[in-house]
């Protein structure tokens, strides 16, 4: 499975844009990239993916560099409910021994929002 | 439309012992996956059942095992239970495996003495 490199904190100020990064320098052309994020207690939630454009949705901005071997999760105004922890994960779709099914999560990067 | 419900929330037990968690999923959805969170390992991928066939398994012994239902509910069992197995069990459902994404159910603490 390919892998994913993400720091392991950041801290952002609230009613701030937040951008988290992730590399994924053997990303393969089938992978989607995905990200997650776990607020405490709770279990993880989805919150955007793409393959080669970038997304938008409610909850953030998907950014992914043209040669795709690296990515940035954009939330345009952080507020103190973000302070999470964010997976970014490769998700390949086409069936390759079954294992689509499943996230592979890594260490995640935990963000602290101050107020 | 509720969420992904997993019962019991909270469960004690000694070493020896075993146990069986369930899993509700999103009305509709026919994929259910299994993780197990811990401090030190994260979140590490159990198995995945999409109707009624587990379709894959994360490396996890023979003592930890599943089965879904025709309704799409799913259970886990672990059998003699070892410290080590003191965990955050998550239940996750989608439609389909790999093309969706995957709600992430409230989990079920487990603590063995």
């Known amino acids: 499975d390919a892998k994913t490199t993400q720091p392991n904190s950041m801290e952002s100020n609230e009613e701030e844009p937040v951008h988290l990064p992730c590399n994924h320098s053997?990303?393969?052309?089938?992978?989607?990239i995905h990200w997650y994020r776990q607020l405490p207690s709770q279990g993880p939630e989805y919150v955007i993916h793409?393959?080669?454009s970038n997304v938008n949705n409610r909850m953030a901005s998907l950014a992914i560099a043209e040669d795709r071997k690296s990515s940035t999760l954009i939330l345009h105004r952080a507020t103190l409910r973000d302070a999470a922890v964010y997976y970014c994960?490769?998700?390949?779709?086409?069936?390759?021994?079954?294992?689509?099914?499943?996230?592979?999560f890594g260490k995640g990067t935990k963000l602290s929002v101050k107020p | 439309k509720a969420g992904v419900t997993q019962t019991p929330r909270y469960l004690i037990k000694t070493r020896g012992q075993q146990v069986t968690l369930s899993c509700s999923p999103i009305?509709?959805?026919?994929?259910v996956s299994w993780y197990q969170q811990t401090p030190g390992q994260g979140l590490q991928f159990l198995f995945e059942?999409?109707?009624?066939?587990?379709?894959n398994k994360g490396n996890f012994p023979g003592r930890f095992s599943g089965r879904q239902f025709s309704n799409s509910r799913s259970e886990m069992n672990v059998s003699t239970l070892e410290l080590g197995d003191s965990a955050l069990y998550l239940c996750?459902?989608?439609?389909?495996?790999?093309?969706?994404?995957?709600?992430f159910g409230p989990g079920t603490r487990l603590t063995v003495l």
């Open positions: 996750a459902s989608s439609l389909v495996p790999g093309v969706n994404e995957q709600f």
């Open positions: 053997t990303i393969s052309g089938t992978d989607y």
């Open positions: 793409g393959l080669t």
């Open positions: 994960i490769l998700r390949d779709p086409l069936i390759r021994g079954g294992s689509q099914g499943n996230l592979i």
């Open positions: 009305s509709g959805h026919r994929s």
């Open positions: 059942y999409f109707s009624e066939t587990q379709r």
